[in-house]
């Protein structure tokens, strides 16, 4: 595997979901001294939803200079070792990658509309979820296949 290793998560409107996991997958990579590439697209783009920057703000990530892109606007975005998606229509909507390319399906809840609390809740399980993800590639082993089989998840 090439280093550091390249992981693209993909929503839909690449507005909230997907940009704080994106978030939250740097920082525990940074946390765990793990050089890791991520980025986040959508099979849209919107624009970067007011709640996510709240909620993420709270946990001390700055989501403010994100913006909502689409693969298209990825660098090299054929060319990733795990491609995750967070959502069901992006799971389904999601391109095919080469057979080196790693996919796994991670579906959170849609938090939009929804009060600040569920936004957290949210949030609370993708920090679970890819910090699982950044230990598993740091200790070398495979990447969770889903959240319910994340070590961190099944320990709680």
């Given at each position: 595997?090439?280093?550091?290793?390249?992981?693209?998560?993909?929503?839909?409107?690449?507005?909230?979901?997907?940009?704080?996991?994106?978030?939250?997958?740097?920082?525990?990579?940074?946390?765990?001294?793990?050089?890791?590439?991520?980025?986040?697209?959508?099979?849209?783009?919107?624009?970067?939803?007011?709640?996510?920057?709240?909620?993420?703000?709270?946990?001390?990530?700055?989501?403010?200079?994100?913006?909502?892109?689409?693969?298209?606007e990825v660098p090299d975005p054929?060319?990733?070792?795990?491609?995750?998606?967070?959502?069901d229509s992006a799971a389904e909507a999601c391109p095919?990658?080469?057979?080196?390319?790693?996919?796994?399906?991670?579906?959170?809840?849609?938090?939009?509309?929804?009060?600040?609390?569920?936004?957290?809740?949210?949030?609370?399980?993708?920090?679970?979820?890819?910090?699982?993800?950044?230990?598993?590639?740091?200790?070398?082993?495979?990447?969770?296949?889903?959240?319910?089989?994340?070590?961190?998840?099944?320990?709680?």
């Amino acid at each position: 595997m090439p280093n550091p290793p390249r992981v693209l998560i993909l929503c839909t409107h690449n507005s909230a979901r997907s940009q704080m996991a994106e978030a939250l997958a740097r920082e525990a990579a940074r946390k765990a001294g793990l050089e890791l590439e991520v980025h986040s697209a959508g099979t849209e783009a919107t624009r970067v939803k007011d709640d996510a920057k709240t909620v993420m703000a709270e946990v001390g990530l700055d989501l403010s200079t994100h913006t909502s892109k689409t693969l298209y606007e990825v660098p090299d975005p054929w060319n990733f070792d795990y491609v995750i998606t967070v959502c069901d229509s992006a799971a389904e909507a999601c391109p095919v990658y080469p057979g080196q390319t790693v996919r796994r399906h991670y579906p959170f809840m849609d938090p939009s509309g929804g009060s600040l609390e569920r936004w957290r809740a949210v949030r609370n399980q993708q920090s679970v979820q890819f910090g699982a993800m950044v230990q598993a590639l740091k200790d070398g082993q495979d990447v969770p296949p889903s959240y319910e089989d994340s070590p961190a998840v099944t320990a709680q």
